[in-house]
């Protein structure tokens, strides 16, 4: 069963960090590239930082230096670990694999996390 379960967002103030953690379904996650993405009101969801099965990874460039992407195979999760965080960096977070799944062609998401970044 497919399943992809993120959590760890919440407010904080520009500058402080949070960690998101996603769990997902271990027949997913151990053959896939995982990813983080961002979704922001009136524009499309976006990547913002992968991470291969060989711990090969890759940010965007408004991510690059603040935020850091892991995998524990041992738990099926995949963290975002976001520090210095900016107001634009507001939105709702995603993880998936890359490309994202697919079920009766259709894409599959799970709830994602609100991140709220406002002083």
């Known amino acids: 069963q497919v399943q992809l379960v993120e959590s760890g967002g919440g407010w904080v103030q520009p500058g402080g960090s949070l960690r998101l953690s996603c769990a997902a379904s271990?027949?997913?996650?151990?053959?896939?590239?995982m990813a983080w993405y961002r979704q922001v009101p009136l524009k499309a969801r976006e990547m913002i930082a992968r991470?291969?099965?060989?711990?090969?990874?890759y940010y965007v460039d408004s991510v690059k230096g603040r935020f850091t992407i892991s995998r524990d195979a041992a738990k099926n999760s995949v963290d975002l670990q976001m520090n210095n965080l900016k107001t634009e960096d507001t939105g709702v977070y995603f993880c998936?694999?890359?490309?994202?799944?697919?079920?009766?062609?259709?894409?599959?998401w799970g709830r994602g996390t609100q991140v709220t970044v406002s002083s």
């Open positions: 991470i291969t099965t060989g711990a090969i990874r």
């Open positions: 271990d027949d997913i996650f151990r053959t896939s590239t």
């Open positions: 998936n694999t890359v490309p994202a799944i697919l079920i009766a062609s259709q894409q599959y």
